[in-house]
């Protein structure tokens, strides 16, 4: 099987999350992309962030739109902060190496990746699938990507790189859409309408449970 890995804060998950998620489960031809909200994000420490369980709730309601996409309660179940190779090789026990997962990734978290915890070795759990941001210039990344590990190499396919562990980086592009959970938050708090920037069952869970109404305007 072909496997989508999608993780994020999720605070809360939006449409672009699940676009982007539908279209590369759709291009790549994967059996399923979970979306795997983060418990304890290490990048969000000291803070505030909606309760996991909230957020897992949101990813799960947002989920059901969609017959590919499942919500998977992974990192909720480790203590500590929520670590992605912590994450993969749990994945890798859970569906076995004969499995192939594609961690689905933004160019901007992509260029971070070496302030990750044993950034060097996700590549040998997973192929990377790599989304092109607006603003990121493509031969900036290349060269970027190249320098990640000394065993990355081109293919004789546009975009599409090669680890020594025999894992694919995939540099792909995605519908854009300008949303981003922090002007979600925002909107929120000023009592504006997030109508059309998530899911209606989403949008109606934020509303029931008070969500992001004390967010402060100007984080």
Not at 8 to 36: C, M, N, Q, S
Not at 39 to 54: D, Q, Y
Not at 109 to 128: P, Q
Request: hydrophobic share 40%; proline share 5%; charged share 25%.
């Amino acid at each position: 099987m072909k496997i989508g890995i999608l993780g994020g804060t999720f605070d809360p998950i939006h449409l672009g999350h699940l676009r982007t998620a539908e279209e590369v489960g759709e291009a790549l031809d994967l059996e399923k992309v979970y979306l795997i909200p983060s418990a304890s994000p290490p990048h969000k420490a000291g803070e505030p962030v909606t309760p996991f369980s909230k957020r897992l709730d949101m990813t799960r309601m947002a989920a059901d739109e969609s017959p590919l996409l499942e919500a998977l309660d992974l990192e909720g179940k480790r203590p500590g902060f929520s670590y992605s190779i912590e994450t993969l090789k749990e994945l890798r026990n859970l569906f076995g190496p004969e499995n192939d997962l594609y961690f689905i990734l933004g160019t901007d978290a992509f260029l971070e990746i070496e302030t990750w915890r044993e950034y060097n070795s996700l590549f040998d759990y997973a192929h990377f699938v790599v989304i092109k941001r607006a603003g990121y210039d493509i031969k900036m990344l290349e060269a970027f990507l190249m320098s990640v590990r000394d065993d990355i190499n081109k293919t004789g396919l546009p975009d599409v790189y090669i680890t020594g562990s025999n894992k694919n980086i995939i540099v792909m592009s995605s519908t854009l859409m300008e949303i981003s959970s922090t002007r979600i938050r925002r909107t929120v708090a000023k009592g504006g309408s997030i109508r059309f920037l998530v899911p209606s069952q989403v949008r109606q869970y934020i509303i029931q449970k008070g969500l992001y109404l004390n967010h402060a305007v100007n984080r």
